[in-house]
């Protein structure tokens, strides 16, 4: 089974600055996909940013990034100039390409202070 | 603007009763998830539905049943509710495919078995 780890349950930064966020997981597919989920205050968790396994090239999308790295097993999100807004729980996930289920991890809690 | 509709946002329940937890999609998604989170322990799979009246079992199945009579409606069922089931539940949905879907969730029922 296929296991996604989280190491840091908590996290701060400051607002404007830069902060990574790890994830690794465990997995004996060559072909996957990978994703960041963020749950707000309000619950409703929206997608951040996702990676093909097979795409070397790392995912973007605005201020955050991925650094993929798939020999090592190791999804970091990288969020860049910091906002308020992005204060919220960070969840990993992986998902089989065969597969429907989406498998999380624990969370990271990300504070942002002004 | 596409929904996930769960019918409780908070949902208070005595031990042994049955317990309905209902989603309501309008993506016309043919996939859809039912989740638990907790503190701690992030994100576990009950059960999916990759079609009308098809389900599947997903990392915590026990003490939880689910029905799919039509496509834009997952039911959660809780036969005889118990205080471990305390919980946040969160439904999502996703179009067919699998592996790179993204999934779309409601905002939670948060609920609490006394």
């Known amino acids: 089974a296929q296991t996604v780890t989280q190491s840091q349950p908590e996290m701060s930064v400051q607002e404007a600055e830069t902060v990574t966020l790890s994830c690794t997981y465990d997995?004996?597919?060559?072909?996957?996909?990978l994703f960041w989920y963020k749950q707000p205050p309000s619950r409703q968790m929206i997608l951040v940013i996702r990676q093909e396994a097979y795409k070397q090239q790392n995912a973007t999308e605005n201020r955050f990034s991925v650094n993929f790295q798939k020999a090592a097993k190791s999804f970091s999100l990288k969020i860049s100039d910091s906002q308020l807004g992005d204060a919220a729980m960070y969840f990993c996930?992986?998902?089989?390409?065969?597969?429907?289920?989406?498998?999380f991890g624990k969370g990271t809690k990300l504070s942002v202070i002004p | 603007d596409v929904k996930v509709t769960q019918s409780s946002r908070y949902l208070v329940k005595r031990t042994g009763e049955k317990v309905f937890l209902e989603c309501v999609q309008d993506?016309?998604?043919?996939?859809m998830f039912w989740y638990r989170q907790d503190p701690g322990l992030g994100l576990r799979l009950i059960y999916f539905?990759?079609?009308?009246?098809?389900?599947e079992k997903g990392d915590i199945p026990e003490g939880y049943s689910v029905s799919r009579e039509k496509k834009e409606r997952f039911s959660l069922i809780l036969e005889s509710a118990s205080t471990n089931q305390t919980s946040m539940y969160l439904c999502?949905?996703?179009?067919?495919?699998?592996?790179?879907?993204?999934?779309?969730f409601g905002s939670g029922t948060q609920l609490s078995v006394l």
């Open positions: 997995t004996s597919e060559s072909d996957y996909y």
């Open positions: 993506m016309d998604h043919e996939n």
């Open positions: 539905s990759y079609d009308v009246k098809m389900k």
């Open positions: 996930g992986y998902s089989g390409a065969g597969s429907y289920q989406l498998t």
């Open positions: 999502a949905s996703s179009h067919l495919g699998q592996g790179k879907e993204k999934l779309f």
